[in-house]
């Protein structure tokens, strides 16, 4: 009976797609997904609308309300455009910025979303062509905008795209203003209801002149110029994976004192269908192959990959045999926070009012280094809006060092507020020669934080769970987790849990019940064994996953231990995903 009262609604909403409001051809396939015998496909695009997660709107790219298309784009730039209306009546021309990554149909949608703005009678600076997240999240601030759009799936495979929704802070939106804006979308019914014909004269092109207040802006983060040019010519090869970093990456490179940076001329090519990976993933190692290969070719010493909209960085380093390695999210936003502090610390630039941000689900070696050099720490959630919400409430009270996700996004300026490839490449660029100013290759600076703050190992562990079954199947799992919690992992009792789901935790052994001091709740359970073991669980905000989160601790008095310790750790990341049932 469910079957059929899903079925009959799904068929309810197609109909609608057949009014005259929208265009021929989407008619025709909707038409065809009518007609077919199997409704699965028919389902997959009607059954819900998309909604804003922990990156925006994103979805396959198709006919249907659960799609990416010019009507699922379309109403919610003009439910955006009623919010931004209603909330800045009092200014005599809102403004917002729209960029667009790579992907097929990016600059479609983004020049339908400046009609629509234009249409609304808003004031609309688009891109001339494609550019990184970070840069559109600059210009929102630069140019005294109220709001701002870029077209992106970021690092999703090529059927996909997406739409991230700003604030005038440069961030993306978080409650109020994601809900009301939803609001917004949600009263927007058929295509009629969107208003398509743009006023050209409310749309302006920008460019290159926003290009060079950006780096001009990022030169200014830079904690070593000195030895950047002492070490200028160093080998770093660098990739874009096809994307939006191919321009500004180089450049701001270039800008910081760099001279040597190497190709990957196949992956220079600009295109959706990302036609030298599978998927334009830094966090994969096939993503980088070509990369280590010229590194290989080259004797370079490092190996940066920015995603599609140039706002996640992934990075391979020489270890002590000289073989290349991968370093996973952790490593490289621990690199960060050690190199920020640490240089701060060397220049006199703390005063005591100095924080860094990570997420919950980041390794917890970063708390150890802001402690130890006394340095505010703050715990977020997984998703760059909630950093951005910790600088916006210290913005003219504290000041803001960096902050990261171990997911491969950093931001080490406080004049962007979403993750930054750009200038993440450009200070892991500083890192190098720092290090190697010291005698060190990063793969050892790394191993000196493990001997000083003690060691940690990471594990990101994803099950895909596709469509309606099986966003019911992570729904279920997240149940079965909450209701019957979990005593002991990998051989350690636990100590707390903590459910951000209800701002509750739990301490094991007090039996007491803590208040988790959080901005709004989250799907997220967190365990913590007696051995300091942590373990997130949580459904992921853009893609079909339910994700875990594991992180093992040891202590190494000399980097000769860490291979024990890093072995240990292994082993017991697999009696975790055992006692976790998920093997």
């Not at 910025?97 to 990016?106: A, W």
């Not at 892991?428 to 060190?440: F, P, R, Y």
């Not at 350690?492 to 208040?515: H, P, W």
């Not at 875990?548 to 202590?555: L, Q, T």
Request: aromatic share 8%; hydrophobic share 35%; proline share 3%.
């Amino acid at each position: 009976m469910e079957n059929e009262e899903l079925l009959k609604s799904v068929r309810n909403r197609a109909q609608g797609w057949l009014a005259k409001g929208y265009d021929e051809e989407t008619r025709k396939e909707v038409q065809a997904l009518l007609d077919k015998d199997d409704p699965t496909d028919l389902i997959e695009a009607f059954y819900k609308e998309l909604e804003f997660g922990t990156g925006g709107l994103r979805g396959i790219m198709g006919v249907g309300t659960n799609r990416m298309n010019i009507y699922t784009v379309g109403a919610a730039t003009q439910g955006f455009s009623n919010y931004l209306k209603k909330e800045f009546t009092h200014l005599p021309q809102i403004k917002v910025v729209i960029g667009h990554d790579c992907r097929n149909n990016s600059r479609k949608f983004a020049e339908i979303s400046a009609d629509i703005f234009s249409a609304n009678g808003i004031k609309v600076y688009l891109y001339d062509d494609l550019r990184p997240t970070p840069e559109m999240s600059f210009t929102i601030r630069k140019l005294g905008c109220q709001g701002g759009i870029i077209l992106t799936a970021s690092h999703n495979p090529k059927e996909y795209n997406g739409y991230k929704a700003y604030w005038d802070d440069g961030a993306q939106m978080i409650a109020p203003h994601d809900k009301n804006t939803i609001v917004e979308v949600n009263k927007i019914r058929s295509a009629s209801d969107i208003q398509f014909k743009g006023n050209k004269s409310l749309i302006e092109i920008i460019g290159k002149e926003i290009d060079k207040q950006y780096i001009d802006a990022l030169t200014t983060i830079s904690l070593s110029k000195d030895i950047i040019a002492r070490y200028h010519d160093v080998k770093i090869v660098y990739t874009p994976i096809h994307g939006t970093g191919v321009h500004l990456v180089p450049a701001t490179l270039k800008a910081f004192g760099f001279t040597n940076i190497i190709h990957v001329p196949e992956q220079d090519v600009v295109s959706g269908d990302f036609p030298t990976v599978v998927s334009p993933n830094p966090e994969e190692p096939a993503a980088l192959a070509m990369a280590v290969e010229k590194a290989k070719e080259t004797d370079a010493e490092l190996v940066m990959a920015s995603d599609p909209d140039a706002d996640r960085v992934g990075a391979a380093v020489k270890n002590n045999d000289g073989e290349w390695v991968l370093l996973n999210g952790n490593q490289t936003c621990l690199l960060f926070v050690y190199y920020l502090i640490t240089r701060w610390k060397a220049l006199g630039k703390l005063q005591g009012k100095e924080y860094v941000v990570k997420t919950i689900v980041t390794t917890e070696l970063i708390r150890t280094i802001a402690e130890r050099n006394h340095v505010e720490l703050y715990d977020c959630y997984t998703g760059f809006k909630w950093i951005a919400d910790v600088m916006r409430r210290n913005e003219g009270k504290k000041t803001y060092i960096g902050g990261g996700e171990e997911s491969y996004g950093f931001l080490c300026e406080d004049f962007v507020r979403d993750k930054d490839a750009v200038s993440a490449c450009a200070i892991l660029a500083e890192i190098l020669v720092w290090a190697k100013d010291q005698g060190l290759t990063i793969y050892q600076l790394l191993q000196k934080i493990y001997v000083t703050y003690g060691f940690s190992k990471e594990a990101g562990i994803s099950v895909v769970k596709k469509g309606k079954s099986g966003a019911e199947e992570i729904e279920a799992m997240m149940k079965a987790y909450r209701n019957n919690p979990l005593t002991e992992i990998a051989g350690s009792r636990v100590a707390f849990i903590y459910d951000y789901g209800n701002l509750k935790g739990y301490s094991c052994q007090d039996k007491e019940t803590l208040t988790l001091d959080m901005p709004t709740t989250s799907n997220v359970l967190q365990y913590v064994t007696e051995d300091k073991t942590k373990i997130s669980v949580r459904p992921s905000g853009t893609e079909p996953k339910i994700k875990f989160y594991c992180e093992v601790h040891a202590e190494v008095e000399n980097v000769d231990e860490i291979p024990e310790a890093e072995k240990a750790a292994l082993e017991k990341i697999e009696q975790i995903k055992i006692s976790l049932g998920i093997l």
